[in-house]
């Protein structure tokens, strides 16, 4: 059974930080474009970062270039979101997707099949 699972999320306060993880099972991440996304209360799912299977390609949205991090370990076929100087509106529901050769560039966000069911993110003081 392919499956994606997310971790790490929780409360933090402004300027914090968390350090997400999504861990595959089921299959194998190396050839995989990983994606994150959020979604917030009453907003649309969007885009935070991705990062293709070999690492090459890595892409943020612009909200959150220079305080998010994006990595892999297919080792341990999992992928990871470092996220620093963290702001209340980072706050929503974060997602990860893997797409097999998805797209990771400008405008471009792989779109998988399989989800996992979300880590929350509260940033409040």
């Known amino acids: 059974q392919l499956q994606l699972v997310e971790s790490g999320g929780g409360l933090v306060h402004p300027g914090g930080s968390l350090r997400l993880s999504c861990a595959a099972s089921?299959?194998?991440?190396?050839?995989?474009?990983i994606g994150w996304f959020r979604q917030a209360p009453g907003k649309e799912r969007e885009g935070v970062s991705c990062?293709?299977?070999?690492?090459?390609?890595?892409n943020y949205a612009d909200s959150v270039k220079g305080r998010f991090t994006v990595s892999r370990d297919n080792a341990k076929n999992t992928a990871f979101l470092q996220m620093d100087s963290l702001k209340p509106e980072d706050t929503a529901m974060y997602f990860c997707?893997?797409?097999?050769?998805?797209?990771?560039?400008?405008?471009?966000?792989?779109?998988?099949?399989?989800w996992g069911r979300g880590t929350q993110v509260t940033v409040s003081s």
């Open positions: 997707t893997a797409e097999w050769g998805g797209p990771c560039y400008s405008g471009h966000w792989p779109t998988g099949d399989t």
């Open positions: 089921g299959f194998n991440l190396e050839y995989s474009t």
């Open positions: 990062i293709s299977g070999s690492g090459a390609s890595i």
